[in-house]
Nanobody
Framework: QVHLVESGGGLVQAGGSLRLSCAAS????????VGWFRQAPGKEREFVAA????????SYADSVKGRFTISRDNTKNTVYLQMTNLKPEDTASYYC??????????????WGQGTQVTVPS
């Protein structure tokens, strides 16, 4: 198992930046592929980005390509989501998730509790 805790959310003006963190505890973190998802009020949860367990492969939703960057530091058991040029439509609760596989995936077994990102219009 792995326990995930997100942090770094907050209120930021349009055009601003935030860095979200997903800290993991439990089984060796380097075994887990990690994804970020978000869910806005009244909308379904959507995929944002993913990084494989080595950090060598990443994928992004079209809506965030060029603005968001996912990275990881396995020595710190942490995955990051650097968000730049934030837009009001990025407002959502952001969740990280993990699965013990080597490849990129959109199916995850473990989820954090989420952190709120608000970008006023």
């Amino acid at each position: 198992q792995v326990h995930l805790v997100e942090s770094g959310g907050g209120l930021v003006q349009a055009g601003g930046s935030l860095r979200l963190s997903c800290a993991a505890s439990g089984r060796p973190f380097s075994r887990w592929t990690v994804g970020w998802f978000r869910q806005a009020p009244g909308k379904e949860r959507e995929f944002v980005a993913a990084i494989n367990r080595s950090g060598g492969s990443t994928s992004y939703a079209d809506s965030v390509k060029g603005r968001f960057t996912i990275s990881r530091d396995n020595t710190k058991n942490t995955v990051y989501l650097q968000m730049t040029n934030l837009k009001p439509e990025d407002t959502a609760s952001y969740y990280c998730a993990a699965r013990e596989v080597a490849w990129l995936t959109r199916d995850y077994d473990y989820w954090g509790q989420g952190t709120q990102v608000t970008v006023p219009s």
